[in-house]
């Protein structure tokens, strides 16, 4: 395996080499398996809102209580997932002391504390643990930070925060603020001394390249992939829908590692063989529809129980009665994110996911109900 050091700006960039190996080279002593099993969770009569499939919504430090927000009632709720019950609410407004303001919450953070931060389109939005509204994050008017910025470049609302609250750790671009599909690097913002850092994360390129640019009567939309950006043992991890790797920063070393893959199962990148241009609806749509069918790489999930990392990525496949069948893949890391193990066969296995207790939940509507499915790994 070659590695390559190079000096950046401010910090170190490895880049570590792709490992393309057979799935019989995975280290001999590592033996994998796992169960499927499908939990309900108790609503208590009251409405819960599914039709965003939990996006945005966060654990609890320890990991027992799920906080989702219930847009229609303009409202948090919290799922004890070892009762399987809805343990309590906490209601919003729209304006005021509890204001969540007239646009979507994208995303859920919550700090050690009890402070809770709700992302939207206009910032993050600042709560105590009551729901009193506390201050509004703004990058964009909050002239210490955006002095620090260069020429257009902006900072995205959406983001992790640390356990205590002091640092929130975003992504910054060049090219607008447009969800997580526009980034060319991290932002580490000192929420006390407002001081900002930006490392590049050079494989975020690969964003620009798999984009879709629909344009018609001066009217323009575009269509990307998905970054992931997660924070675990002091480390920030960034991946992304289009390629099979990984950027790890580490910032207790102030480095940046960068890991490609390529196996049996899945290879190193997206191959594009879609248009990247459409000047009709009806085109735009047809480059969506072959797109879809090429690979799709998923979020790192970091198991602390067990000290491994998961990923379930995608590829589909057109069958004998012409239909698009979708082999959800598993590929198991370990800390240091060298790959162990892979496995296909898990299906269309799309949908919210999180780590708690060693185990991967994954968000099922049943019949409107909320219901996870578990994925219990067995190792040896």
């Known amino acids: 395996m070659r590695k390559s ?6 910090f170190w960039i490895l880049f570590a080499c792709s490992q ?3 799935n019989e080279n995975f280290t001999g002593n590592f033996s994998f398996s796992y169960t ?3 939990v309900h969770i108790n609503s208590l009569g009251t409405f819960f809102f599914l039709n965003n499939g939990l996006s945005g919504s966060t654990l609890s430090e320890d990991s027992r209580y799920l906080y989702t927000y219930n847009r229609p009632k303009l409202r948090l709720d919290i799922i ?3 009762e399987l019950n809805l343990k309590d609410t906490l209601s919003f407004d729209i304006e005021g002391p509890k204001g969540v303001g007239s646009l979507s919450v994208l995303q859920i953070n919550l700090t050690d504390s009890g402070k809770l931060h709700f992302a939207t389109f206009e910032g993050i939005r600042e709560f105590d643990a009551e729901g009193n509204l506390l201050k509004i994050h703004n990058w964009d008017t909050d002239e210490a930070i955006s002095s620090q910025l260069g020429q257009d470049q902006m900072i995205s609302f959406l983001g992790e925060f640390s356990r205590d609250g002091s640092n929130f750790y975003g992504t910054y671009s060049a090219f607008g603020r447009a969800a997580n599909t526009m980034a060319d690097g ?8 407002s001081k900002l850092k930006t490392v590049e994360v050079p494989a975020l390129k690969a964003l620009k390249e798999y984009e879709i640019n629909f344009e018609v009567d001066g009217l323009s939309t575009t269509s990307g992939d998905q970054y992931f950006l997660s924070i675990s043992n002091q480390k920030l991890i960034i991946s992304q829908s289009s390629i099979n790797g990984v950027s790890v920063y580490d910032l207790q070393q102030d480095s940046l590692l960068v890991y490609s893959y390529e196996t049996e199962l ?6 594009g063989n879609f248009p990247r241009r459409a000047n009709s609806m009806e085109a735009f749509e047809e480059a969506m529809n072959e797109k879809s069918k090429e690979p799709y790489f998923g979020s790192f999930l970091y198991s602390e129980k067990d000290q491994l990392y998961y990923r379930v990525s995608f590829t589909k496949a057109i069958n004998g009665s012409e239909e698009l069948v979708w082999n959800g893949i598993l590929s ?3 800390e240091n994110f060298k790959l162990l193990y892979e496995e296909e066969g ?5 949908g919210k996911t999180f780590i708690r207790d060693g185990k991967i939940y994954r968000f099922i509507n049943l019949e409107d109900e909320m219901a996870f499915e578990i994925l219990t790994p067995v190792i040896n």
Not at 186 to 193: C, D, K, P, S
Not at 266 to 271: E, F, G, I, Q, Y
Not at 346 to 350: N, V
Request: proline share 5%.
């Open 36 to 38: 499927l099993d499908t």
């Open 332 to 334: 198991v890391f370990d």
């Open 186 to 193: 991290l932002a580490i913002i000192n929420m006390e001394t």
């Open 20 to 22: 393309k190996e057979a």
């Open 266 to 271: 899945l290879p190193a990148r997206k191959p």
């Open 80 to 82: 004890d997932l070892e």
């Open 5 to 10: 050091l190079f000096y950046l700006s401010s």
């Open 346 to 350: 898990l299906g269309r296995y799309s």
